[in-house]
């Protein structure tokens, strides 16, 4: 059974730096990858997909890396902003186009 | 990409009554699907709708507390029956374009 970790569960890091946000997952035959963004009591805003053949996609200030070998994904933003604070969710779609979801990162960057 | 628009966006609502969400996609999908997120979890799946035929339940949720209408390939709702406390939640519905899921953007139901 699929299983999605994320950590770390908190981050909170001043204004302009660098950041990395970790996902992992236990079965390596997924079919894709989602990195999404959530502000509090909203819906879930799509960042990256990353297809299962794909190693990483960009956007932005947004990359997004897949390791299915080693079932790990990485989120990097660079030059971090306020207006990123928000919980991010990974999700990995499973061979039976089920999302199986992490608990997701809650990213505070301070002004 | 697709452009899932929900409503209500949020509302308060008392014990023993019913709430229907409703969910518009901007082109035709096949699957729309239903979510819940209690405060502070991730994304439970409560249900996939398919146009023309019944919507399939996750274990634990059951179609006499969660109705769900899939009149078309671009509309559905859910209601939420009989509310509880326990039933204040985001709700979330779901849809897939070109393999990306895409989401409404939530209601936030509170029951009092």
């Known amino acids: 059974k699929q299983e999605v970790t994320q950590i770390p569960a908190a981050l909170s890091v001043p204004e302009g730096e660098n950041l990395v946000l970790n996902c992992s997952f236990t079965?390596?035959?997924?079919?894709?990858l989602q990195w999404f963004r959530q502000d509090p009591g909203k819906g879930l805003t799509s960042l990256l997909l990353?297809?299962?053949s794909q190693r990483e996609q960009t956007s932005g200030r947004l990359n997004a890396s897949l390791d299915k070998s080693s079932g790990r994904s990485t989120l990097y933003i660079a030059a971090s902003q306020p207006g990123d604070s928000a919980t991010y969710l990974c999700?990995?779609?499973?061979?039976?186009?089920?999302?199986?979801w992490g608990a997701g990162t809650k990213l505070i960057i301070k002004p | 990409s697709a452009v899932i628009s929900q409503k209500p966006s949020r509302d308060i609502c008392q014990r023993g009554t019913s709430l229907t969400i409703q969910c518009q996609v901007d082109?035709?999908?096949?699957?729309m699907f239903w979510y819940r997120q209690q405060p502070g979890q991730s994304l439970t799946l409560i249900a996939t709708?398919?146009?023309?035929?019944?919507?399939?339940?996750e274990s634990g949720f059951v179609i006499d507390k969660f109705p769900i209408s899939r009149p078309n390939l671009t509309f559905s709702t859910l209601t939420v029956s009989n509310m509880s406390p326990e039933d204040s939640s985001i709700y979330l519905c779901?849809?897939?374009?070109?393999?990306?899921?895409?989401f409404g953007q939530g209601t936030r139901l509170t029951v009092v």
């Open positions: 079965d390596s035959a997924i079919y894709n």
């Open positions: 999700a990995a779609r499973d061979s039976n186009y089920q999302l199986i």
């Open positions: 779901s849809a897939f374009s070109n393999t990306e899921a895409f």
């Open positions: 990353i297809q299962s």
């Open positions: 709708a398919n146009q023309g035929s019944e919507a399939t339940y």
């Open positions: 082109s035709q999908v096949t699957m």
